[in-house]
């Protein structure tokens, strides 16, 4: 069976106005045009839905059947609606996923603008660790992911967003705390506290290829970057950490100190799953992000 939208709104039309002349003119379609769009619609249900002499009345049949006809042109419209809600971001959820240090900084200052804009939108953000990013996009829990780079796989796919200085991190009293720069060979003989171990095989690795004798020693690991932050503020060692989590300097009493020598950036992507198109909240927001990571820096 093959019942069309453009069937469906002629019958009531004719149902309504008594006439196909009537309809017509409400369709803005010819009284030929609608007539043949009812036997059509006759001829898929195998009844006839009006009697046609000197006036035009409905059928048994048609009786029975206008009262679903309408139901089902109600929730067709309903979509229609909700799509245009949609499109122009009167409606719907928008999940995102992004490192709990950066969720808490750069990304709640685009969520901010963002509310501001299209605040019908409700907005989701999961903060995770570093290294889960990836996967929660994956597993389709969110539909973007923003954090530095990391394997993908065949199944998430990533675009470039901008790329973040890396911050040396003392407590305020440490001796190289009022430093303009510290290079790294300074830091050659201090106890570092991670908190991502494939971030730490990045500094390891950026390190080696600069001077083979540049390390980094570890006095503990944590998971979240917050976590870091506090323990270098107590004295248990240094950081090296992203530029953005300087807003917490003032919590913690630590001070961010740039790099030198070499001096370390890291990329920070927007992670999607391959092959599924973004809502247009998501859309809205990825171009936000981007507008946000191209405005310059400020303290």
Same mark, same amino acid.
């Given at each position: ?143 973007? $992911? +923003? !954090?530095?780079?990391? %394997?993908?796989?065949? =199944?998430?796919? &990533?675009? /470039? ?5 890396? #911050? ?64 270098? $503020? +107590? !004295?248990?060692?240094? %950081?090296?950490?992203? =530029?953005?989590? &300087?807003? /917490? ?5 630590? #001070? ?44």
């Amino acid at each position: 069976m093959n019942i069309s939208f453009r069937q469906m709104r002629a019958f009531a039309a004719v149902a309504r106005a008594g006439s196909f002349t009537a309809a017509g003119r409400q369709l803005h379609l010819t009284q030929s045009a609608v007539s043949m769009l009812v036997q059509q619609l006759e001829a898929e249900l195998g009844v006839q839905l009006f009697d046609r002499g000197a006036s035009v009345t409905l059928t048994e049949a048609g009786q029975k059947l206008l009262p679903l006809a309408r139901r089902i042109l109600d929730d067709m419209n309903q979509v229609v609606e909700g799509a245009s809600d949609l499109r122009s971001l009167r409606s719907g959820v928008l999940r995102v996923v992004a490192p709990q240090m950066l969720a808490c900084t750069w990304v709640c200052a685009v969520v901010g603008e963002f509310e501001a804009a299209h605040p019908d939108i409700s907005l989701r953000i999961t903060d995770a660790t570093t290294d889960d990013v990836v996967g929660v996009v994956r597993r389709g829990e969110v539909e973007l $992911g +923003v !954090g530095p780079e990391r %394997a993908t796989g065949d =199944d998430v796919t &990533r675009s /470039f967003l901008m790329d973040v200085p890396i #911050r040396m991190v003392c407590p305020a009293h440490h001796r190289l705390a009022q430093r303009r720069t510290v290079s790294w060979r300074e830091l050659r003989d201090e106890r570092w506290v991670l908190y991502s171990s494939e971030f730490n095989r990045y500094l390891e690795h950026m390190l080696q290829a600069h001077d083979a004798s540049l390390s980094i020693q570890t006095a503990t690991e944590v998971d979240y970057l917050t976590t870091a932050l506090a323990l270098v $503020g +107590v !004295g248990t060692g240094l %950081a090296a950490v992203p =530029d953005y989590a &300087r807003r /917490f300097a003032g919590n913690f009493g630590l #001070r961010f100190v740039p790099l030198r020598g070499p001096e370390l950036r890291r990329q920070f992507f927007i992670y999607q799953r391959r092959g599924m198109a973004l809502s247009p909240a998501a859309e809205a927001f990825a171009r936000m992000m981007r507008r946000h990571a191209r405005a310059p820096a400020r303290d």
